[in-house]
Structures are given as structure tokens and as C-alpha cells.
């Protein structure tokens, strides 16, 4: 088994020194430390040269040039020549590599949490560059409908009616299930609440307003965050990944037009048609618990729906569902354009559509439900 390695420190004329390393300096031995060349270095402040003698070295690996890397960085802060010729002429070509290329300034990081006001300050300006970002992505969808408008957007119309039918009949059976189910919480609660006073009868005011004007808007726009939101980013990312947004770029063809614009109208198109078949099975599941569970008739509450469902209150549902619409279409189409290079980026991408797009509904809501009751609609 070779020796563990040795340091020894000899004068060499007036001004110079002798470093003489032998024995095995390998990484299964500890790691040779460079303190003490340092220590000799301070206690002989003459020093301006240091030359290396390797002859009884037995074995080397990256142990000795982690040691002749710090000793390079102590000569070049002391300003002492340094002579590697009694060095391995692997050790020197090696060292050449490692100094050929400077280290980056600001490369090495000092361990630990950075200060509470450089977080904060690189987290504003990562939220103030993501909102430029998605502003200017809106602009561009603007841009995009204005030139709709003017009969010269491109992009194909079969397209259009695909995404159409994608986002509109086959979305059909997961909407009437989810708003059949919120139609019979809807009742539910009300009842229980209604019986009370013995006015169940009611429940039917109840579950068809709250559909018309509210709940049958959103809950089909998270259905649609959900759903088509996250497929709208997972296909334009894996365009973005699979190069094909540049290759339309570089066709002179615009994304904006071609890949995003379908998509918007599509959703602008078929989110109102949808909400309708929310709301007619919303009320048809506050129907069933009426009937089934407080003995409601099935006469008596399809009457007390129409007598308290008024066009208001559609118009309200229709008008909030088409902005809906355009924000699942905006928060998807927008995270797939900005989607990374990579397969864990389309999975990131469809999260954050989905994410997105949900916050979004829920702070329109609560915008639109203020606005419609100041204006008393």
C-alpha cells in the first residue's frame, strides 16, 4: 500500500522555495491541506519564487491538483513566480487546462439564505417581466382579433371547427354531470336551511337564480380551466418543444394567428352555448332533490323556476361565461407560447394554465358580481 503524502518546505537561494511532494497524494488518503505552505510562506516574507521537486512521488490523482490549484491561487495573490517543470507532465498540462479559461467572476456563491430585501427585490422583478410578458401576449391577441376583423388573420377555419367541436360537444358530458351535482348541492343547502321557515318551496328560486347568474358560469369555466385550459398549454408547449412555433415564425406565418386565435374563438363560441346546458341541468338536479327528498312536485318547481328566472338573470350568466371564455383561452395559450424547451416544461406549463386560469374566473367573478349589483341588473 503506497505511503500517505508528504510536504516538505526547503530554502532555495536567497529568494526562492523548494516544495517536495512525495508519497501517494490520492483522494482514499485525507486531502492534502495547503495551510502549511502558507504558514512557511508568512514567516519568510522574502519569497519570490516556488519550484516543485516530484521524484519520490508514488501516486496521484485529483488529491494533488486540488493542492496545486490552491497553491496557484496563494502564489498569484502573493504575487510569487511559480515554477511547475518538477511537476508530472500530466500534473502540468492538467494545470494549463484548469487555467486556460478564467473562472467566471460571481461563479461561486456563498452558502446560505440571501437577505430578506434581495429576495423580495428578485422576486418584484420576476412578478413586474412576467406581467409585461403576459400583457404584451394579450396585445398580440388583440392585434390578432382586430385583424380577424379585417378579413386578414391567418389561420385555417377547419381548425376553428375542430377546436370547436373539441372544446364544445365533447366537453358536454362533463359539464352536465358537474352541474347536475351542483344543482343538487345547491338544493341541498337551501332547503335545509329553508325548511326552517317553511318555505322549501323557495328551493327552486334559489337553485335557478344561483345557476343563471353565477354558478353555472363558473363552474363550467373551471371545468374548462381544467380541462381545455391544460390542453391548450400542453399542445403549444410541445409545439414550442418540437420547434414548430419557430417554423411558423419563419414562414412568415403568425402564431398569434394560426395556433392561439382558433382557440380564443372557439372558447368565445361555445362557453356561452355550454353554460346553458349547465344551467338547464343545474336546475334539473335541485328538480330531482325537490322531488325526491321535500316532496316538491314536479309541476310546482318547473313554475317557480320560470316565475323567478328572468332574461336578466340569463343574460348575466351568458355574458360572464364569454369572459370566461377568453381567460381559460388567454391563460392556456399563453402558458403553452412560453412553455421551456423540455418535456418537464409542457407538464409545468399545463399546471400553471390550469392554475391560471382558475384564479382568474374566480377574481372576474367577484369583479363582475360587484359591477351587475351597482348597476342593479
Known amino acids: 500500500m503506497d505511503d500517505l503524502y ?27 491541506d495547503a495551510t502549511p505552505l502558507e504558514n512557511w510562506l508568512d514567516s519568510h516574507p522574502g519569497i519570490q519564487r516556488i519550484g516543485f521537486d516530484s521524484s519520490a512521488l508514488t501516486g496521484w490523482d485529483s488529491a494533488l491538483l486540488i493542492f496545486l490549484v490552491r497553491v496557484t491561487a496563494m502564489a498569484g495573490n502573493r504575487s510569487v513566480q511559480l515554477d511547475q517543470s518538477g511537476l508530472p507532465d500530466g500534473v502540468q498540462r492538467l ?50 382579433l382586430a385583424r380577424l376583423l379585417r378579413g386578414r388573420a391567418q389561420f385555417r377555419w377547419s381548425d376553428l371547427w375542430l377546436t370547436v367541436q373539441q372544446t364544445g360537444a365533447q366537453a358536454f358530458g362533463i359539464v352536465a354531470l358537474i352541474s347536475f351535482l351542483v344543482g343538487m348541492i345547491l338544493a341541498y343547502i337551501g332547503a335545509a336551511q329553508l325548511v ?10 334559489l337553485v335557478g337564480i344561483g345557476m343563471a347568474r353565477a354558478m353555472g358560469a363558473m363552474m363550467t369555466g373551471i371545468i374548462m380551466a381544467g380541462r381545455t385550459g391544460a390542453a391548450f398549454a400542453a399542445q403549444l408547449g410541445t409545439m414550442q418543444v418540437n420547434e414548430e412555433i419557430d417554423a411558423l415564425e419563419t414562414l412568415g406565418i403568425s402564431a398569434m394567428d394560426f395556433l392561439v ?13 355550454l353554460t346553458v346546458y349547465a344551467d338547464l341541468f343545474g336546475i334539473l338536479g335541485g328538480l330531482f332533490v325537490s322531488v325526491t327528498t321535500f316532496d316538491i312536485g314536479v309541476v310546482e318547481y318547473l313554475h317557480r323556476t ?9 343574460m348575466v350568466g351568458l355574458t360572464e361565461a364569454s369572459v370566461y371564455g377568453v381567460l381559460v383561452a388567454v391563460a392556456g395559450c399563453y402558458q403553452g407560447i412560453q412553455c421551456g424547451r423540455s418535456s418537464s416544461a409542457v407538464g409545468a406549463a399545463a399546471t400553471s394554465a390550469v392554475v391560471s386560469g382558475i384564479l382568474l374566473i374566480v377574481i372576474a367573478t367577484a369583479i363582475l358580481t360587484v359591477i351587475f349589483n351597482v348597476l342593479g341588473i
Open 6 to 32: 508528504q510536504l516538505k518546505f526547503a530554502a532555495a537561494g536567497t529568494d526562492g522555495l523548494q516544495v517536495t511532494l512525495a508519497g501517494s497524494w490520492q483522494t482514499h488518503h485525507a486531502l492534502p
Open 95 to 144: 494545470l494549463q487546462l484548469a487555467s486556460a479559461v478564467p473562472e467566471r467572476k460571481g461563479a461561486r456563491r456563498a452558502a446560505g439564505k440571501a437577505p430578506f430585501l434581495e429576495r423580495f427585490g428578485n422576486r418584484s422583478l420576476a412578478v413586474a417581466g412576467a406581467t409585461r410578458s403576459a400583457l404584451a401576449f394579450v396585445g398580440e391577441a388583440t392585434l390578432s
Open 196 to 205: 326552517n321557515f317553511g318555505a322549501t318551496m323557495y328551493v327552486a328560486d
Open 261 to 273: 386565435l382558433p382557440r380564443m374563438l372557439a372558447l368565445i363560441l361555445m362557453m356561452p352555448l
Open 306 to 314: 320560470q316565475e323567478a328566472v328572468k332574461v336578466r338573470h340569463v
